[in-house]
């Protein structure tokens, strides 16, 4: 299968805690990116970090990459009722598509 | 920009029958892509056009379905016949590729259409 693999599939956490999604990928990539898909609709883009990045930023989104275990990282701090959705890591590998992870269904209890 | 359009957002049609759906993808994008999301199979790439020529449609299951995209703003992913198993959230993304700054080939998704093949 050419799709990446995320891990864990499902996380269940109470408001405030963090939450941290892992995402593995096969080939040598230009950039890795996440996206986030709540229930019902289209998946929207989160973050991306570069392949000479390895860490990055976004509010309360924090992205690691390690090439060299072809892994990322995605932190989510104090987390929200809100960000109860899906997560997906894409990697990207200049052929002008994104290999997609299988997702983590993140679920935040209030 | 309205973003990625796609219609319709839900379609309900039995056995046998014929399947359009239709994207409008974000004006200026050169890429774009048709994907297929289910529970037992998550999300599948099933053909993607750069420049509204199709370059990859590897993923495309069977010869049942169809793909064109006859100018830069609308694509139709066509199923003929349809069959149950079709049934999924068929999602339309566009992007513009990674070399032209400021964009990195980041994908836009549209709302997704609903199909149910009965």
């Known amino acids: 299968s050419q799709q990446g693999e995320e891990d864990p599939q499902a996380l269940s956490i109470q408001e405030g805690e963090n939450a941290t999604m892992n995402c593995s990928y096969k080939t040598s990539i230009n950039n890795l990116q996440w996206y986030r898909q709540n229930s019902g609709r289209g998946l929207v883009h989160l973050i991306l970090?570069?392949?000479?990045?390895r860490e990055k930023h976004s509010g309360r989104l924090r992205v690691t990459l390690d090439t060299s275990k072809k892994s990322s990282s995605l932190l989510i701090t104090a987390s929200r009722a809100a960000d109860t959705a899906s997560y997906f890591c894409a990697s990207s590998s200049n052929t002008g598509k994104l290999i997609f992870g299988q997702g983590t269904t993140l679920q935040v209890k209030p | 920009d309205a973003g990625v359009i796609q219609s319709p957002r839900h379609e309900v049609t039995e056995m046998g029958q014929e399947v359009t759906l239709r994207c409008k993808p974000i004006?200026?994008?050169?890429?774009l892509f048709w994907y297929r999301q289910t529970m037992m199979r998550g999300l599948e790439l099933l053909i993607y056009?750069?420049?509204?020529?199709?370059?990859?449609d590897s993923g495309m299951p069977e010869d049942r379905f169809s793909a064109k995209m006859p100018n830069a703003s609308f694509s139709t992913l066509k199923i003929q016949p349809s069959e149950p198993r079709d049934s999924a959230v068929y999602f339309c993304?566009?992007?513009?590729?990674?070399?032209?700054?400021?964009?990195?080939?980041?994908?836009?998704f549209g709302p997704g259409t609903r199909l149910t093949v009965l």
């Open positions: 993304a566009s992007s513009s590729p990674y070399y032209r700054a400021p964009s990195t080939d980041t994908q836009y």
């Open positions: 004006s200026g994008h050169d890429y």
């Open positions: 056009f750069n420049n509204n020529v199709p370059i990859d």
């Open positions: 970090i570069r392949s000479n990045e």
